[in-house]
């Protein structure tokens, strides 16, 4: 597992090691550069005395000058290039004719080399540049131990430091741990640094969007429990005068009465179903091409008995472009829940479109019926689950036919809208698919309005 | 005993009222709050089997309604809501008893007619009259312990007439009683049950007040002499 408390200890620690590394290097450089001109100018200052006085000769094993590998070595020729001086035999240096300074580079190392004429003779200083590196280093060196000596009590203020730092995040973590699922309260905000602020904050947005989702489900558990209740008190009471009939015919009459509650309990379980399907979230909208105008004419197919039963007539007036992105039977459900609402609060004798256009690219379904039509002050409320109108003709349904509706098109990111219906009176729904797909037309003519009944 | 039903459900509605019926009582059944209120201001039912949730006037509002206009009547709730304060919100509201949805008809009538007893300050479930005893429960009437069978409509008005015995009622109240708003009602038609009743129980049970209507003497009650 990753941890922000190690990663920072080894980078930071990696960073100082490196700034350490560049200063030891930064000193290096510089301690070579004054040993540099240091020595240079001791070479020429040895060379100026040895120039002043003219040699003769010169005793065999004087003339060393120090020891050791910095030692320097000193040559005098005369004018002839006849050697006169020669302080470490053992070293053979070239016979630099060039005055001043100069490096060679020899099978020991380079050696810098200072030249003078002075008199008959040439005087020559040579040192080996090693001495100067080793100098260099060396006070490289010194700089450097005492941040070395630092770098574990660094490390160890490093973790606490950042131990310390951390510790509002344990807090929330801690805060967060206590909560039970169902206390969605917010986090404390107060006292807590700028970096973790924004996490508690995201937090605390979505456990009040929890909250009120969790509010909302609660609600409408309570509401189905509720609904569910009547058409359960219907059958019980329809079994009851079953059982109590006395006669055959009675008991048929009862028996039928049960199986319409039966069937009515049925569908509001398949309604409460499919509003639990189609809640947002759930499931995904499959991305599938569909066309509503095929949906709309087999749902018209379905529902033609019970129009006709009405002598409601039923029609479907499609034009181009009638395809939407989204899953058939959730846009068959929508299509059958307007139809099947417009047939059952239009009177006998009464009309329903079932209209598709295309507006602006984007498809448009309408659903007008010549009926009652809902007041303007009613028609925020109808999309409220088990909202039911002030008994629109004497019908009462479930309450969740458009609450359905609604549900479907928003997760096809359809508006719903309410107007009146044919001839400015009864009720007309739209509902506009605003996503069309781009070159999927359906071949349609204007003029194919089918009539069934 | 003649009941209103205000229930908005029409299966339950119908169903309710099909049971009750069964049972011996004359239900009369409104959908809504506002019509309740009507048919409560005729002033014949003798209880009223009330659901909660009903359009245009909840009927929350119409037993407060019922309660602050000084109207006494039983009134029992029917709610689909279990929730304790919903139900205790009811019986504060002045209702006498509730039951919950899914409710059994064997109970709901069991319950109005405990009401109704109450209504009318009794205890004893048999309705006893000298030798005369009506369950209202089963139906049964019993003379000197002998079965008599009655008519629905028969043991209706008896039932009325022995419940508050010295009680002079009226044609119109004995058929407000006996006849729902659906039922069609001939002119004579107490006359008729009246008569049949004398046949059953004897001449001298149900004494005639001649242009008033009809009553039980109160059994301590001085006998009228001949």
Known sequence: ?453 | MRVLLAEDDAMIGASVRRGLSQDGFTVDWVEDGRAAELALAERVHDAVLLDLGLPRKSGLEVLSAMRRGGDTRPVLIMTARDAIADRVAGLDAGADDYVVKPFDLTELAARLRALWRRGVGRADPILAFGVIELDPASHETRVRGQPVSLSAREFALLQALLARPGAVLSRAQLEAKLYGWSDSVESNAVEVHIHALRKKLGADLIRNVRGVGWMVAKPDAPQATS
């Open chain 1, 1 to 453: 597992m990753r941890s922000i408390r190690r990663e920072l200890l080894v980078w930071l620690l990696l960073g100082i090691a490196l700034a350490v590394a560049a200063a030891m290097v930064g000193t290096y450089w510089r301690a070579r550069d004054e040993a540099n001109a240091l020595f240079d100018y001791q070479l020429k200052e040895m060379a100026a005395s040895l120039t002043d006085a003219p040699f003769a000769a010169v005793p065999a094993g004087a003339g060393t000058i120090g020891a050791g590998s910095d030692a320097m070595v000193v040559q005098i020729w005369d004018r002839n290039g006849v050697q006169l001086f020669l302080s470490q035999p053992r070293r053979v240096l070239p016979q630099n004719a060039q005055l001043g300074f100069t490096t060679l580079s020899t099978e020991s190392g380079p050696w810098r080399v200072f030249s003078a004429l002075a008199a008959e003779q040439v005087v020559q200083i040579a040192q080996p540049m090693s001495a100067r590196r080793e100098l260099a280093a060396s006070m490289a060196l010194r700089t450097i131990i005492p941040l070395l000596a630092v770098l574990p009590f660094l490390a160890v203020l490093i973790w606490f430091t950042i131990a310390r730092g951390l510790k509002p995040l344990d807090r929330v973590a801690a805060a967060v741990a206590r909560r039970s699922p169902t206390l969605l309260e917010p986090l404390p905000e107060t006292d807590l640094p700028r970096e973790v602020q924004p996490l508690v904050g995201a937090l605390n947005d979505l456990l009040s969007r929890l909250s009120h989702t969790l509010h909302a489900q609660r609600a409408f558990v309570a509401d189905a429990a509720h609904e569910l209740r009547t058409p359960l008190t219907a059958v019980h009471l329809q079994a009851q005068l079953a059982e109590r009939a006395t006669t055959d015919a009675e008991r048929a009459a009862a028996l039928g009465e049960l199986k319409d509650g039966l069937e009515r309990a049925t569908r509001l379980v398949e309604q409460l179903l499919t509003l639990a399907r189609e809640e947002p979230g759930v499931s995904e909208v499959p991305p599938a091409s569909v066309d509503l105008a095929a949906l709309a004419r087999e749902v018209i197919a379905d529902l033609a008995p019970l129009a006709g039963a009405k002598g409601i007539d039923l029609g479907l007036s499609s034009t181009a472009a009638s395809m939407v992105k989204g899953g058939a039977d959730p846009l068959r459900t929508l299509i059958s829940n307007l139809v099947d609402n417009a047939i059952r609060y239009t009177p006998t004798g009464g009309r329903v479109d079932v209209v598709l256009a295309d507006d602006a690219g984007s498809v448009v379904l309408t659903v007008r019926d010549s009926g009652p039509g809902i007041a303007v002050e009613d028609r925020e409320r109808v999309f409220d689950r088990f909202y039911r109108g002030n008994g629109a003709g004497g019908i009462r349904g479930s309450g969740l036919g458009l609450a359905i509706v609604k549900q479907i098109a928003e997760r096809h990111r359809a508006d719903v809208e309410l107007g009146t219906g044919i001839d400015g009176r009864g009720l007309g729904v739209t509902v506009r698919f605003t996503q069309p797909i781009p070159g999927s037309r359906c071949r349609e003519e204007l003029s194919s309005t089918q009539k069934i009944v």
